[in-house]
Every structure is written in structure tokens, then in C-alpha cells.
Nanobody, 123 residues
């Protein structure tokens, strides 16, 4: 059973930075993608970024490309999402998720989800 625990959310002013963490446990990862999604009030959950565990290849949504960096620490089984130049429209609950395939960017491809962490960007 995969367990995912997100942390690092909070309140930040526009233009600021945050680093989200996703600590994973319960199994070892190989041909998996660990991704970050977000859901703003009244909107559908959307893909933000993902990283293939075995290859380290990274995937980004166009809306965050250049402002976000996803990375992993294999020893800690932790994935990070570093966000810069935050905008009010980045306000959302951010979820960490794991897919049992490489290169997953669609919500339905992810089988395991964390509880989410709130990110609020004030203008």
C-alpha cells in the first residue's frame, strides 16, 4: 500500500517561492511516475509536473513551465516541487500522486494519491 504525505504548502505573496515535498512509503519504485496535481476551488484537478522514478525524466504543464522544478531524492523516497514566481492563479490544493507507468500526465493514470497541501498566493 503506497502512502503519500505532502507538506510545504502555505501562504505566500505573489512573486514568492515555495517548495512542496511528497514523502512516499509502502513500496519501492521503479517503473513509476510521481506527479503533482492541483485543484483550485470550482475547477477540475490538473496536472502540474511529474517525474519518472527510474529515468528521472521530467514533465511539466505549460502553465508552470519555467516556474517549477520537480526533483526526487531516491534515498528518502521523496519528491519535491519547487515553485518560483508564484501567481494568485497558482492558488490551489496540491496533490502528490503515483502512477504505475512511466510518463504519466493524466489523472486517470495515477492510482495512489496523497491528502493534499494548500497553497495560497496573495496578490
Amino acid at each position: 500500500q503506497v502512502q503519500l504525505v505532502e507538506s510545504g504548502g502555505g501562504l505566500v505573496q505573489a512573486g514568492g517561492s515555495l517548495r512542496l515535498s511528497c514523502a512516499a512509503s509502502g513500496r519501492t519504485f521503479s517503473r513509476n511516475t510521481v506527479g503533482w496535481f492541483r485543484q483550485a476551488p470550482g475547477k477540475e484537478r490538473e496536472f502540474v509536473a511529474g517525474i519518472s522514478w527510474s529515468t528521472g525524466r521530467k514533465y511539466y504543464a505549460d502553465s508552470v513551465k519555467g516556474r517549477c522544478t520537480i526533483s526526487r531524492d531516491s534515498a528518502k523516497t521523496t519528491v519535491y516541487l519547487q515553485m518560483h514566481s508564484l501567481k494568485p492563479e497558482d492558488t490551489a490544493v496540491y496533490y502528490c500522486a503515483v502512477a504505475d507507468l512511466i510518463g504519466a500526465t493524466m489523472q486517470y493514470e495515477y492510482a495512489y494519491w496523497g491528502q493534499g497541501t494548500q497553497v495560497t498566493v496573495s496578490s
